[in-house]
């Protein structure tokens, strides 16, 4: 295991209500109390917790980000929407952008773009979430679904810009399959062959039926920078494994 800081990064989903801030206050306290500051936590609540969020967890380290945004960096008439301005108007730091539930929605290369430089142009960090079905999988198109995922979805983005990039096989979303390290390994490393020619400030983070279970080993990936959780986010005592 490196020294490095290590990214926990809970993604709520279409889960959590007002009530579901109290579990939060036990990671507050444990992000205040640790010694060891080699973690960074941030919470991606729903939209409807966003503000609650920015507000409690204002005097500790742990920060906020949004699950998605609309494409279009300006206001306008889109009924249901959210823009990146919006997000950094709240105090919003971080947005995911391309889950894998979204594209699975249509959600197109285009669109992520799009959504990426809009985030990028309100300063807010971009969490960019990349995988390949089990189809994709099965018929040795990994690497090339990820490279045009990452080519398309980073058009046009500075090389100064940081951008976080989670790898997230689509198989093991809340799937509680997870990737042998052989395998992870591999495949974080031909996503940082691509990054790193692309950025000087990056992460790669692995997202995809995270819990305590696994943790352990996934920990021994060096090259791994963190985590995006989902299921296992939602109680605290998973998130601090
Ligand atoms: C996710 O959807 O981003 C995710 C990683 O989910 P889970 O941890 O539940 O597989």
Same mark, same amino acid.
């Given at each position: 295991?490196?020294?490095k800081?290590?990214?926990?990064?809970?993604?709520?989903?279409? !889960?959590g209500?007002?009530g579901s801030l109290? +579990?939060?206050?036990?990671?507050i306290?444990?992000?205040?109390?640790s010694k060891?500051?080699k973690?960074?936590?941030?919470?991606?609540?729903?939209?409807?917790? %966003?503000s609650?969020?920015?507000?409690? %967890?204002?005097k500790s +380290?742990?920060?906020?980000g949004?699950?998605n945004i609309?494409?279009?960096?300006?206001?306008?008439?889109?009924?249901g929407?959210?823009?990146?301005?919006m997000?950094?108007?709240l105090?919003v730091k !971080?947005?995911i952008?391309?889950?894998?539930?979204?594209?699975?929605l249509?959600?197109?290369?285009?669109?992520?773009?799009?959504k990426?430089?809009?985030?990028i142009?309100?300063k807010l960090?971009?969490?960019?979430?990349?995988?390949e079905t089990? @189809?994709?999988?099965k018929?040795k198109?990994?690497?090339?679904?990820?490279?045009?995922?990452?080519?398309n979805g980073l058009?046009g983005?500075g090389?100064?810009?940081k951008?976080?990039?989670a790898?997230?096989?689509?198989? +093991?979303? $809340?799937?509680g399959?997870?990737p042998?390290?052989?395998?992870?390994e591999k495949n974080?490393?031909?996503?940082k062959?691509i990054?790193?020619?692309k @950025?000087?400030?990056?992460?790669?983070?692995y $997202?995809?039926?995270?819990?305590?279970?696994?943790?352990?080993k996934?920990?021994m990936?060096?090259?791994l920078?963190g985590?995006?959780?989902g299921?296992?986010?939602?109680?605290s005592?998973n998130?601090l494994?």
């Amino acid at each position: 295991m490196t020294n490095k800081i290590r990214y926990f990064i809970a993604n709520w989903k279409m !889960y959590g209500d007002l009530g579901s801030l109290k +579990s939060i206050k036990n990671v507050i306290k444990f992000s205040r109390l640790s010694k060891s500051k080699k973690f960074k936590i941030i919470y991606c609540p729903p939209y409807t917790l %966003l503000s609650d969020f920015v507000d409690t %967890l204002k005097k500790s +380290s742990i920060e906020t980000g949004a699950q998605n945004i609309h494409e279009n960096y300006d206001f306008g008439a889109h009924t249901g929407f959210i823009n990146s301005k919006m997000l950094k108007n709240l105090g919003v730091k !971080y947005v995911i952008i391309g889950h894998s539930e979204n594209r699975t929605l249509g959600e197109d290369h285009k669109q992520i773009n799009k959504k990426i430089l809009s985030a990028i142009k309100s300063k807010l960090n971009v969490i960019f979430c990349i995988g390949e079905t089990s @189809f994709q999988r099965k018929n040795k198109k990994t690497n090339i679904i990820l490279k045009k995922q990452i080519m398309n979805g980073l058009k046009g983005i500075g090389k100064k810009c940081k951008i976080i990039v989670a790898y997230e096989p689509v198989w +093991s979303i $809340g799937t509680g399959v997870v990737p042998n390290n052989l395998e992870l390994e591999k495949n974080i490393k031909f996503i940082k062959s691509i990054i790193s020619k692309k @950025f000087n400030n990056y992460k790669i983070l692995y $997202g995809g039926s995270v819990s305590p279970n696994n943790i352990k080993k996934l920990n021994m990936i060096d090259l791994l920078d963190g985590y995006l959780i989902g299921g296992a986010s939602q109680s605290s005592k998973n998130l601090l494994i």
